[in-house]
Structures are given as C-alpha cells and as structure tokens.
Nanobody
C-alpha cells in the first residue's frame, strides 16, 4: 500500500554533511509517522530518528541527537534526514520506514524502503 524510496547516500569524509530523502507513494494516509533506521555490517538495525506526519513530534537516538535533524514536506510526501558532523560510526545502510504510531522499534513499522548506503571515511 505504501512504497518508500531512499536517496542521498554516498561516500563522505569525517565532518561532512549529507541529506537523505525518503519519498513515499501509495496510500500514505494510512501511516502516522516516519522513521529512519541504520544497519552496519554485522550489527542490528538501530533506530535513528522518527517524526509524526504532522511534524510536531520528533524523536532521536542519543547517538545522533544534536547532529541529525529529521523533517518532512507533506506536500511532496517526503521525509528528510539532515546529517551533519558525520563520524565513521555513522557508516551504515540507512532505511526509512512508515508506521501508524510514532515508535522507535523496527518491528512496529509496516513499510520499509530498500536503503541507501552512507559511508564516512576518516
């Protein structure tokens, strides 16, 4: 019912910035929140940030708080993740996901994009 496509990943150096985008299509009215997750090789898929469809409520993982900003443009059905002051530990595949309720748990999300690679070199 909902399709998500991430873009904006790439290879950057420590301290650089990237902006990831997640374009949603389909029956987006069925979702109430969007989240970003990331997964490094050999590690679990970790929560990064989430935002309600209204944009009024945001939630960040401690590891990215103060460096990353989640936002959305409802007219474009797009959610963004602005990543500043990137560190090597930010290297991962980043996924966006849609859910009915704002949550930090991956298992609660109903729809997922295919991911976009972010690599931060030292």
């Amino acid at each position: 019912q909902v399709q998500l496509v991430e873009s904006g990943g790439g290879l950057v150096q420590v301290g650089d910035s990237l902006r990831l985008s997640c374009a949603a299509s389909g029956r987006t009215a069925s979702t109430a929140a969007m989240g970003w997750f990331r997964q490094a090789p050999g590690k679990e898929r970790d929560f990064v940030a989430a935002i309600t469809n209204s944009g009024l409520n945001k939630y960040y993982a401690d590891s990215v708080k103060g460096r990353f900003t989640i936002s959305r443009d409802n007219a474009l059905n797009t959610v963004y993740l602005q990543m500043n002051s990137l560190k090597p530990e930010d290297t991962a595949v980043y996924y966006c996901a849609a859910d009915r309720i704002l949550t930090r748990y991956a298992r609660d999300y109903d729809y997922w994009g295919q991911g976009t690679q972010v690599t931060v070199s030292s």
